[in-house]
């Protein structure tokens, strides 16, 4: 049995009518003049929006769950310009989770995951002229396993990239920058470069869960993704034939490194000229990323977002330049080549 999902977040308008099954996310009692009222916070995968259950009808619920499926019964109203839906009833939805898909009800990426991963291939297949590379890439990101976690994993708990396909659109990012600056600076081992931030993050994984809860699992609390990274991809290197020791040696280290320093969880400091690079361009993507939806989920009317506690500042909606009408220069031109300076260009949703 399939689950039904008619209606999102962003379709909804006040005044219409609601009869729809949401993630409930959180549900606090708060007090208003005329007594208890619920506050709920639902999610799809398109948006979230506030629910209020009001008394009397408030009293009939007891306690909630947050982490569940429910459906939700009332009607949009407008407040402070934005939209929340006054509850009249809620039920909880009990299904088997395999018959759920969760991409209709969790945060995803605005591209389809499995575009993302045949990006990253067409990468490794574009830029890793040495076979034992491309062989190693390759086989890693086409194991069913392998594939069936990256397709749904996030990027991170909390901060960037934290929903489905996150993960793999935090990598596809990283391995642009990449290769990006290995045309400024040409004495960069590109491959190696690249089969690092190919499997940089390889055991986030593992280490987050991809469903309602997105919540560390046990191996993730215990080892943590660098180290679970290098457990799932160990057998493949080992298969990999004609793949030099210092390669192998080098590989590794891009991955344990890559958090650049031993307070960020980084075992080792980067100490080759890749490392380096796979460092700085794993922190930008993330940082980009954190500020792109500070700046996105910021009312319209307003020019600074909230406090980011994990960069310690707000961010400026700045003015923007209005788009030039005058020819691309040289650079410009040059930097359009396929899998170089692309990064650049916002990932687009699908058609």
Same mark, same amino acid.
């Not at 009800?105 to 990006?119: A, K, M, T, V």
């Not at 990468?123 to 397709?151: F, I, M, S, T, Y």
């Given at each position: 049995?399939?689950?039904p999902?008619k209606?999102?977040?962003?379709d *909804?308008a006040?005044?219409?009518?609601?009869?729809?099954?949401?993630?409930?996310?959180? /549900? @606090?009692?708060?007090?208003?003049?005329?007594?208890?009222? +619920?506050? $709920?916070?639902?999610?799809?995968?398109?948006?979230?929006?506030?629910?209020?259950? +009001? #008394?009397? &009808?408030?009293?009939?619920?007891?306690?909630?769950?947050?982490?569940?499926?429910?459906? !939700?019964?009332?009607?949009?109203?407008?407040?402070?310009?934005?939209?929340?839906?006054?509850?009249?009833q809620?039920?909880?939805?009990?299904? =088997?989770?395999?018959?759920?898909?969760? #991409? *209709?009800?969790?945060?995803?990426?605005?591209?389809? %995951?499995?575009?993302?991963?045949?990006?990253?291939?067409? $990468?490794?297949?574009?830029?890793?002229?040495?076979? %034992?590379?491309?062989? $190693?890439?390759?086989?890693?990101?086409?194991?069913?396993?392998?594939?069936?976690? $990256?397709?749904?994993? %996030?990027?991170?708990?909390?901060?960037?990239?934290?929903?489905?396909?996150?993960?793999?659109?935090?990598?596809?990012? !990283?391995?642009?920058?990449?290769?990006?600056?290995?045309?400024?600076?040409? @004495?960069?081992? @590109?491959?190696?470069?690249? &089969?690092?931030? !190919?499997?940089?993050?390889?055991?986030?994984? +593992?280490?987050?869960?991809?469903?309602?809860?997105?919540?560390?699992?046990?191996?993730?609390?215990?080892?943590?993704?660098?180290?679970?990274?290098?457990?799932?991809?160990?057998?493949? *290197?080992?298969?990999?034939?004609g *793949?030099?020791?210092?390669?192998?040696?080098?590989?590794?280290?891009?991955?344990?490194?890559?958090?650049?320093?031993?307070?960020?969880?980084?075992?080792?400091?980067?100490?080759?000229?890749?490392?380096?690079?796979?460092?700085? /361009?794993?922190?930008?993507?993330?940082?980009?990323?954190?500020? /792109?939806?500070?700046?996105?989920?910021? %009312?319209?009317?307003?020019? +600074?977002?909230?406090?980011?506690?994990?960069?310690?500042?707000?961010?400026?909606? &700045?003015?923007?330049?209005?788009? #030039?009408?005058s020819?691309?220069?040289?650079?410009?031109?040059?930097?359009?080549?396929?899998?170089? !300076?692309?990064?650049?260009?916002?990932?687009?949703?699908? =058609?």
């Amino acid at each position: 049995m399939d689950l039904p999902k008619k209606t999102f977040v962003n379709d *909804l308008a006040a005044g219409q009518k609601v009869d729809e099954i949401f993630v409930l996310t959180e /549900a @606090r009692q708060q007090q208003a003049r005329n007594g208890p009222y +619920w506050l $709920l916070r639902l999610q799809d995968s398109q948006g979230v929006i506030e629910g209020k259950i +009001w #008394s009397p &009808a408030s009293q009939n619920y007891s306690e909630f769950m947050p982490g569940g499926l429910v459906r !939700v019964q009332g009607q949009v109203v407008s407040f402070r310009k934005q939209n929340q839906i006054s509850v009249e009833q809620v039920d909880v939805v009990d299904l =088997e989770e395999g018959v759920i898909d969760w #991409s *209709l009800f969790l945060p995803r990426s605005n591209r389809n %995951p499995e575009l993302i991963l045949r990006d990253i291939e067409e $990468l490794c297949k574009e830029h890793l002229g040495h076979e %034992p590379w491309r062989k $190693l890439c390759l086989q890693v990101l086409q194991d069913e396993a392998v594939r069936a976690r $990256l397709l749904m994993a %996030p990027g991170a708990k909390i901060l960037h990239h934290a929903y489905i396909g996150g993960l793999l659109e935090h990598t596809l990012a !990283v391995c642009r920058l990449c290769m990006a600056i290995c045309e400024l600076y040409p @004495r960069l081992d @590109r491959e190696v470069l690249l &089969a690092g931030a !190919v499997f940089h993050d390889l055991g986030k994984a +593992w280490e987050l869960t991809s469903g309602i809860q997105k919540d560390y699992t046990d191996e993730g609390r215990l080892l943590g993704h660098i180290q679970l990274g290098l457990e799932i991809i160990s057998p493949f *290197l080992e298969k990999t034939k004609g *793949l030099a020791p210092e390669l192998k040696l080098h590989f590794k280290h891009l991955l344990i490194s890559h958090h650049g320093e031993h307070e960020f969880g980084s075992p080792k400091r980067p100490k080759t000229a890749e490392a380096l690079v796979l460092h700085y /361009a794993d922190n930008l993507d993330a940082k980009m990323n954190t500020v /792109a939806q500070l700046l996105e989920n910021m %009312p319209e009317q307003e020019s +600074w977002t909230v406090y980011q506690r994990s960069m310690e500042r707000q961010f400026f909606r &700045a003015f923007q330049t209005p788009l #030039s009408k005058s020819k691309p220069t040289a650079i410009q031109k040059k930097n359009q080549r396929p899998g170089v !300076v692309n990064f650049l260009e916002e990932l687009r949703p699908d =058609e």
